[in-house]
């Protein structure tokens, strides 16, 4: 005669709902918060939460197109030995390695090759 084992209970993985993805993303993104505390106080793995905080900005950047931007305020730095001008209206863009100031009558192709090109 065959023997079946049935196992029952909960599951091996522990299932996270939005909300909970939220609220433990809204504590990672608060100031001075680290990822490793936020993860040992929820008992969810620091990479977990990288995965969640990647997925959201890869979904907010499917919808609206756009990298998210964040204001910062205070006087902007120029690149050497060019003389900023502050009373115009720009915008500046921060990569890895260079930043970019973007006044508000350039070109909407010269823009685009510009960011393509130190994409």
């Known amino acids: ?3 079946m084992t049935v ?6 993985r522990r299932r996270w709902s939005e909300a909970e993805r939220r609220a433990i993303l809204a504590l ?13 106080r929820a008992d969810v793995s620091t990479s977990l939460i990288y995965k969640w905080r990647q997925e959201e900005r890869a979904a907010a950047s499917a919808v609206t197109g756009f990298a998210p931007a964040v204001l ?10 060019a003389a900023p ?5 720009a915008i500046t863009i921060e990569f890895k390695a260079c930043r ?3 006044g508000a009558s350039a070109s909407v192709p ?9 994409r």
């Open 85 to 89: 001008r502050l009373d115009d209206p």
């Open 72 to 81: 910062v305020e205070g006087p902007v730095d120029s690149a050497p030995g």
């Open 110 to 118: 010269l823009v685009t090759a510009v960011l393509r090109a130190l």
């Open 28 to 40: 990672v993104s608060e100031p001075g918060a680290v990822v490793a505390d936020v993860a040992r």
């Open 7 to 12: 196992i029952s209970g909960v599951s091996r």
């Open 100 to 102: 970019v100031r973007i």
């Open 1 to 3: 005669m065959a023997q």
